[in-house]
């Protein structure tokens, strides 16, 4: 078994601090992604959507997409972090609580930046306008995740959960737009230093 990656990719950081917080160890191929491995015939017939990361299983299957992997590993190594919920209702709160995440957070994050910086215009369209318009539904997001962490200590209740994570890598991600996690968002800077203190999540970074 093996994960294909770019170790700073957000996508690639979420399996990684996913694994952590399951203390999961699992070889890592990197992935050159600037020169366009990842566009490649060999990189193709193993992922579908010719994105990272990939988990390569032994018998020959592969899964591509960070929370299709966390799902795969969270039902293949079965432990007592229930970081997609332990309940029924826990578990539709952490499924909701991260599309939610992920549909206005961190999607938008990825297409400001694409957008913005042009940095894979050699082979999509870039639209700096939809950058910008992205930008700027990341940041009207931001107030959204500080009245929930008003309420609660964590994305999608009392515990930590794979919520958490996407939020996380959101958070960080969102530095390379110059928007930042500070004083205008207390319970958000709040959470986020709670986040990166967990030992696991530390020890990932």
Known sequence: M??????PAPSARRVSLFLAEKNIEIPRVNVDIGGGENLSDEFAALSLNKKIPVLALDDGTSLCESMAICRYIDAAFPTNNHLFGDT????????????????????????????????????ERCVP?????????????????????????????DTFTVADITAFVMCGFIKNLDIHIDENVPALQKWQQTVANRPAIANAS
């Open 2 to 7: 093996k994960i294909y990656e770019k170790g």
């Open 88 to 123: 029924p209702i826990a578990i539709g709160q952490v499924e909701m609580w991260n599309r939610i995440v992920e549909l206005d957070g961190l999607f938008p994050a990825f297409q400001a930046f694409r957008n913005i910086t042009g940095i894979y215009n050699d082979r």
């Open 129 to 157: 306008a939809w950058g910008e318009e992205s930008k700027q539904r990341v940041i009207e997001f931001l107030p959204r995740l500080e009245a929930r962490l008003e309420h609660s200590a964590y994305i999608a209740g």
